[in-house]
């Protein structure tokens, strides 16, 4: 506003002052570098440098101390793909992520459609759906490694049942997989709660005039209108999810699980690393885990750029 | 928003039932921490009855009593709040700042930089842990609070979203202030940041809940129990020799409580932080 009354009073005043003027409004935009740079010398630090550094050590045969570090070329990724090891974890990772995310998105919705439709009391729902997400990861990790304790532990006793969960390896990772969507649905319910309460209400009025029941309010206008978010709960999931590594050391104690059935693959890249001292071979798994994680980030935006466009 | 102007409305069968189920679903979340509490006020023999059972029969202080005087309990606490309102200051900050840069400036070689920003998105300690370690070693950072703090300080996302928010303000009040001959930075500190009070305070707030929760990367750069923090004290010494589990319970209350009561006073807040810094990677 201010802007168009300045131009069309300026030429009246006098030309130099129009042109001062805009050259001062201009100029304030100029040269902004120093507002990046701070964060960009963090950034070149503590990202950019050890990606760059990372890629590079793939090459050689460094080990922790850094130095004495060879050439080796591909050896590293040759190595990598002929490792059983890392097919196995990137497998349980995979796993670790096909059962979180489904059950997440929609452990999410509903716990949010729950909160969204009791009028009372709305701050204690989130309160209890949410606090969970609170806790550091190792405390939520220490408390389900106790309630899944074999004899002690509170689960086995109130369902009656003996399954042995963090002894056996085919309910090890399902015991890890409880314990993320206790202590993470919190923070995916606390966005679709938002979500929920952003659509406009005159649309359900409009709906309910027309004689459409709860169902297919749900169905034709909740459902729909909850589809970017949706989107973005999965894709934030799927991100995290593959990156699991708290929950799964500290409910195994620090080991790999009942037959290696819990070792993700961010705990085989710090074993390689820091147990035995293949920073060379590490980076090269890392750079690889690197470009997995970059190919699920740019799948999803280019689904999203897809949408936008057929959206038009 | 508009349920809260509405006045109250009768108990209908259906308020009935969900209310119902609400309870049941919250006392289902609620139980791991009932269980956590009653076994940090028990007895060491007691917590590892079998069966087990909810309340102590012998109620007792000494697991919280024993976590005080024996372990390092205070230190990891006050080493967590060093090392949180370090990278939420920095943090604040250097992403305000940044995200200013991108949105309203104009300099050589902007869009290269945000596009490698956004690639930034994408790279984390759990990714890139081993070589961010060496890294952190050559500069001799192992084991100090530098280490711990400094690499949690550059978090692309914060940036992402103030740049966002930034691009929102209306350009005309920050012209206005330039001609009438106010500096940059002053138009940033006086008018851009107050307007901004909302978005910072997600972003503060998340900053501050994932830094006081963060366990991975502390692991890695400390091996010192002096200078551990909260979550990767109780992980790493705690469990260490032999699970104590009422004093385990007790200290890791004391990693999850203080959060959980903040919550409980800025609740509006934390939740709008949340949502929005979740929201604006839409």
Sequence with gaps: ???????????????????????????????????????????????????????????????????????????????????????????????????????????????????????RGKWLWRLCFFAPFLLPSTVAANLWQWLFNPGTGMINYVFGIETPWLTDKSYAMLAVVICTLWWTVGFSFLLYLAALQGIPGHLYEAAKLDGANAWHRMVHITLPMLRNITGLVIALQILASLQVFDQAV????????????????????????????????????SVIFFVIIAAVALARMWLLRNREESAR | MSTAAQPRKPWTPSQIVLTLLGTAVSAAFLAPFAWALFTSLKSETEAVQ??????????????????????????????????????????LLVSALAGYGFARTEFRGKSALMGLVMAGLMISPAVLGVPLFTTVQQMGMVDTYWGMILPQCAPAAMVYILYKFFQGIPRELEEAAFIDGAGRWRVFFTIVLPLSRPSLAAVGI?????????????????????????????????????IQWAQLMAGGLMAGLPLIIVFVFFQRQIVAGVAHTGLAGQ
């Excluded at chain 1, 793909?81 to 997440?104: E, N």
Aim: aromatic share 14%; charged share 10%.
């Design chain 2, 206 to 242: 998340f900053t501050f809940i994932a830094s006081w929760n963060n366990f991975l990367w502390p692991y890695m750069v400390t091996n010192n129990p002096d200078l551990m923090t909260m979550p990767n004290g109780i992980a790493t010494v705690m469990n260490s020799y032999g």
């Design chain 2, 50 to 91: 079998v069966p087990p059972h909810w309340l102590p029969e012998d109620w007792t202080g000494q697991a919280w009593k024993a976590l005080f005087e024996t372990g390092n309990i205070t230190n990891w606490f006050v080493n967590s709040v060093v090392v949180s309102v370090c990278v939420t200051s920095v943090v």
């Design chain 1, 250 to 285: 500290v409910m195994m104690d620090f080991l790999p699980g009942p037959e290696g059935s819990t070792r993700t693959f961010v705990q085989y890249t710090l074993e390689e690393g820091f147990t035995s001292y293949r920073v060379g071979y590490a980076s090269a798994i």
């Design chain 1, 1 to 119: 506003m201010t802007t168009s009354a300045q131009t069309v009073i300026a030429p009246v005043r006098a030309g130099t002052a129009a042109d001062s003027v805009t050259a001062r409004r201009k100029q304030g935009f100029q040269h902004g570098g120093w507002f990046v740079a701070p964060f960009l010398v963090l950034f070149a630090l503590f990202v950019i440098w050890p990606l760059l550094r990372g890629v590079w050590l793939s090459f050689t045969d460094a080990n922790i101390s850094g130095d004495s570090a060879s050439f080796v070329g591909l050896d590293n990724y040759r190595e990598a793909l002929q490792d059983p090891l890392v097919w196995d974890t990137l497998g349980h990772s995979a796993y670790f992520t096909l059962l979180v995310v489904p059950c997440i998105t929609v452990l999410a919705f509903l716990l949010a459609m729950l909160a969204h439709h009791i009028e």
